[in-house]
């Protein structure tokens, strides 16, 4: 049987020398097997204080964990390493990087949240985890579900944050269900996940709210300098594509 590993990570920072300082994950066997971790470890990196501002790890609080490699949580994440099986995350691109990083190399099939709820709720403003904690009700269910997992809810911490990722999941499921019926939810989350998203408004930027197409219409210039200046990710990188080439 097929294992699934919800994980998130806190950071030095988000930068190409950061590294890893905690890391939250939940192992998923069956629906009344999960295993829970929730690590914190030390880093030769120092921790940008960008970062504190969100996570509130300091360097006195890692000065005595172990490295990164040397925790349960990357021992558990390298053991299950098979296509086999599912890392999930929010936004994976980045957490992933930071696994390899510390020399992890992938075998495990891919599903990103992030993308999927992107495309599965094209018309929410927002799709970062927790906008959609509020958006979609799942704070609602957190609490009973944190009881039932023995986990407490701290604000922007890797095992709270993996707790509101297996709502989301749960959600992401029931749309798959209810927008691709008879379908194999896990096969749809992971084309989902491999399949950029057009996106039809900015959501930053002098036309923040406004429809992408009808500036590529209007002021091209501007597409093709946020194309050739910004720091775009995947989706904006393919959706300002269709409009310029």
Not at 206 to 230: F, S, T
């Given at each position: 049987?097929?294992?699934?590993?919800?994980?998130?990570?806190?950071?030095?920072?988000?930068?190409?020398?950061?590294?890893?300082?905690?890391?939250?994950?939940?192992?998923?066997?069956?629906?009344?097997?999960?295993?829970?971790?929730?690590?914190?470890?030390?880093?030769?990196?120092?921790?940008?204080?960008?970062?504190?501002?969100?996570?509130?790890?300091?360097?006195?609080?890692?000065?005595?964990?172990?490295?990164?490699?040397?925790?349960?949580?990357?021992?558990?994440?390298?053991?299950?390493?098979?296509?086999?099986?599912?890392?999930?995350?929010?936004?994976?691109?980045?957490?992933?990087?930071?696994?390899?990083?510390?020399?992890?190399?992938?075998?495990?099939?891919?599903?990103?949240?992030?993308?999927?709820?992107?495309?599965l709720l094209p018309d929410?403003?927002?799709?970062?985890?927790?906008?959609?904690?509020?958006?979609?009700?799942?704070?609602?269910?957190?609490?009973?579900?944190?009881?039932?997992?023995?986990?407490?809810?701290?604000?922007?911490?890797?095992?709270?944050?993996?707790?509101?990722?297996?709502?989301?999941?749960?959600?992401?499921?029931?749309?798959?269900?209810?927008?691709?019926?008879?379908?194999?939810?896990?096969?749809?989350?992971?084309?989902l996940t491999k399949t950029?998203?057009?996106?039809?408004?900015?959501?930053?930027?002098?036309?923040?709210?406004?429809?992408?197409?009808?500036?590529?219409?209007?002021?091209?210039?501007?597409?093709?300098?946020?194309?050739?200046?910004?720091?775009?990710?995947?989706?904006?990188?393919?959706?300002?594509?269709?409009?310029?080439?």
């Open positions: 049987m097929s294992k699934y590993i919800l994980f998130d990570t806190e950071t030095t920072g988000n930068q190409d020398d950061d590294r890893i300082i905690q890391i939250g994950a939940l192992l998923i066997h069956n629906r009344a097997n999960i295993e829970v971790f929730d690590e914190l470890c030390s880093s030769d990196v120092e921790i940008k204080l960008e970062a504190m501002e969100v996570h509130n790890i300091t360097p006195d609080i890692i000065a005595s964990k172990p490295k990164f490699i040397e925790t349960k949580s990357y021992n558990m994440i390298n053991k299950f390493n098979s296509s086999d099986n599912f890392l999930i995350a929010h936004n994976i691109s980045f957490d992933l990087g930071m696994l390899e990083k510390e020399g992890f190399e992938n075998s495990y099939t891919l599903i990103d949240t992030l993308r999927c709820a992107k495309h929410s403003p927002y799709h970062r985890l927790q906008y959609l904690r509020y958006s979609l009700g799942l704070f609602q269910k957190e609490q009973e579900e944190a009881q039932k997992l023995g986990i407490t809810i701290k604000a922007h911490d890797a095992i709270g944050d993996v707790l509101v990722m297996k709502l989301l999941l749960s959600k992401l499921s029931q749309l798959v269900r209810e927008q691709y019926p008879n379908s194999d939810i896990m096969e749809i989350l992971t084309h950029p998203v057009l996106m039809k408004t900015f959501k930053f930027g002098k036309y923040k709210g406004e429809n992408i197409e009808d500036i590529a219409n209007r002021d091209n210039g501007y597409i093709k300098w946020m194309y050739k200046n910004l720091e775009l990710d995947e989706d904006m990188k393919y959706t300002l594509e269709q409009y310029l080439y």
